[in-house]
T-cell receptor, first 116, second 111 residues
Framework: ETGVTQSPTHLIKTRGQQVTLRCSSQ?????VSWYQQALGQGPQFIFQ???????GRGNFPPRFSGLQFPNYSSELNVNALELDDSALYLC???????????????FGPGTRLTVL | KNQVEQSPQSLIILEGKNCTLQ??????????LRWYKQDTGRGPVSLTI?????NTKSNGRYTATLDADTKQSSLHITASQLSDSASYIC??????????FGTGTRLQVFP
């Protein structure tokens, strides 16, 4: 167990709907990153938050947004869902600010989102 | 373009045998390289992290090597077990906050 939890485990939505995914990081971990992993692919970086502020973003449109809270929890919100948004969404927490440091990232089990 | 390529894409071995997975990267500048194990439908779990100055690191039956000059890494699994069946992902970090993931090698260990 990594100490990082995510909810829900699975979720089914229809195209055009909105979804909120939740992550609870390890206590004391100030950085949380979100990833999208399509079937058979490696995770793709969505964005990163450090102490409640966005600190880096991958090539994802603005309809992907996030929040980080002082209690080490965070959310990933996706608006106007598209079929291609179907994927495993992973959050990962780490101690430091920069993932280019040698800090270990601890991943949650993921949320499997299916968009019909 | 910063890329991480892994080979083979998939691998089948018998329980008890050794195997080696490869990772080539073009990320520059380089900060560190990580190997993760990911069971189907689960989040990745860190196996090793190596910085520029390290050329080998072990974690139990897993040994990772790094050649920063040729930009290659390998993950060697000794005396494989059925529980080693998973995807193994190589991840490289440069001087930004992004981690660049390879697509993984899917390993299946049969009895």
């Amino acid at each position: 167990e990594t100490g990082v939890t995510q909810s829900p485990t699975h979720l089914i939505k229809t195209r055009g709907q909105q979804v909120t995914l939740r992550c609870s990081s390890q206590s004391g971990h100030n950085t949380v990153s979100w990833y999208q992993q399509a079937l058979g692919q490696g995770p793709q970086f969505i964005f990163q938050y450090y102490r409640e502020e966005e600190n880096g973003r991958g090539n994802f449109p603005p309809r992907f947004s996030g929040l980080q809270f002082p209690n080490y929890s965070s959310e990933l919100n996706v608006n106007a869902l598209e079929l291609d948004d179907s994927a495993l969404y992973l959050c990962a927490s780490s101690l430091g600010l920069r993932t280019s440091s040698a800090d270990t990232q601890y991943f949650g089990p993921g949320t499997r989102l299916t968009v019909l | 373009k910063n890329q991480v390529e892994q080979s083979p894409q998939s691998l089948i071995i018998l329980e008890g045998k050794n195997c080696t997975l490869q990772c080539n990267y073009t990320v520059s500048p380089f900060s560190n390289l990580r190997w993760y194990k990911q069971d189907t439908g689960r989040g990745p779990v860190s196996l090793t992290i190596m910085t520029f100055s390290e050329n080998t690191k072990s974690n139990g039956r897993y040994t990772a090597t790094l050649d920063a000059d040729t930009k290659q890494s390998s993950l060697h699994i000794t005396a494989s077990q059925l529980s080693d069946s998973a995807s193994y992902i190589c991840v490289v970090s440069g001087d930004t906050d992004k981690l660049i993931f390879g697509t993984g090698t899917r390993l299946q260990v049969f009895p």
